[in-house]
T-cell receptor, first 117, second 116 residues
Framework: AQKVTQAQTEISVVEKEDVTLDCVYE???????LFWYKQPPSGELVFLIR??????QNEISGRYSWNFQKSTSSFNFTITASQVVDSAVYFC??????????????FGQGTTLQVKP | EAGVAQSPRYKIIEKRQSVAFWCNPI?????LYWYQQILGQGPKLLIQ????????DSQLPKDRFSAERLKGVDSTLKIQPAKLEDSAVYLC??????????????FGPGTRLTVL
């Protein structure tokens, strides 16, 4: 089965705190892609990052960092020194390629992050 | 570069009525996706087009939903007749290809449908 689980439904932090959003995925494919998207209150999904299954290097982009661990099938997202503008729903998604890559995304349920001033 | 355009942004209809949504992808993007996002859930793929051909419609409720992309550019998603459980945000996304790899999907603002 292909599945993405974001166990944290809602997280609330105070500005400047660090916060980690968890993502666990299931797939039997050896080649796949993982994504994170941000959905602010306006509703439009904003692409944050894409990683392929062969690249386990952690990535940092400004205050954002991602930790990919194939051994635990996890692709966690950390925001350092959170800001009020980070308040949004964050989705982790899997693009499996086993039966021919169509680019299809399987999304998790999303984690609502609220950053309080 | 213009983003993915969708209209209308909001629609309220009674059950058993029909409704249509329109999407114009980013220029040059051959792949177009329609997703359904029910409140509190992640988006679920309904149908995917590559140019004007259907790649995946396995999760499209074909007894009431239909979609077309006649000229390989903009697309229309229709629901006929609507049910209460169709209340959701309908998202359109587009992407380009790099060889055989699909690049990231760019999403439109969505159409929020309320079925009463």
């Amino acid at each position: 089965a292909q599945k993405v689980t974001q166990a944290q439904t809602e997280i609330s932090v105070v500005e400047k705190e660090d916060v980690t959003l968890d993502c666990v995925y299931e797939t039997r494919d050896t080649t796949y892609y993982l994504f994170w998207y941000k959905q602010p209150p306006s509703g439009e999904l904003v692409f944050l990052i894409r990683r392929n299954s062969f690249d386990e290097q952690n990535e940092i982009s400004g205050r954002y960092s991602w930790n990919f661990q194939k051994s635990t099938s996890s692709f966690n997202f950390t925001i350092t020194a959170s800001q009020v503008v980070d308040s949004a729903v964050y989705f982790c998604a899997l693009n499996p390629t086993g039966s021919g890559n169509t680019g299809k995304l399987i999304f998790g349920q999303g984690t609502t992050l609220q950053v309080k001033p | 570069e213009a983003g993915v355009a969708q209209s209308p942004r909001y629609k309220i209809i009674e059950k058993r009525q029909s409704v249509a949504f329109w999407c114009n992808p980013i220029s040059g993007h051959a792949t177009l996706y329609w997703y359904q996002q029910i409140l509190g859930q992640g988006p679920k793929l309904l149908i995917q087009f590559q140019n004007n051909g259907v790649v995946d419609d396995s999760q499209l409720p074909k007894d009431r939903f239909s979609a077309e992309r006649l000229k390989g550019v903009d697309s229309t998603l229709k629901i006929q007749p609507a049910k209460l459980e169709d209340s959701a945000v309908y998202l359109c996304a587009s992407s380009s290809l790099s060889g055989t790899a699909y690049n990231e999907q760019f999403f439109g603002p969505g159409t929020r449908l309320t079925v009463l």
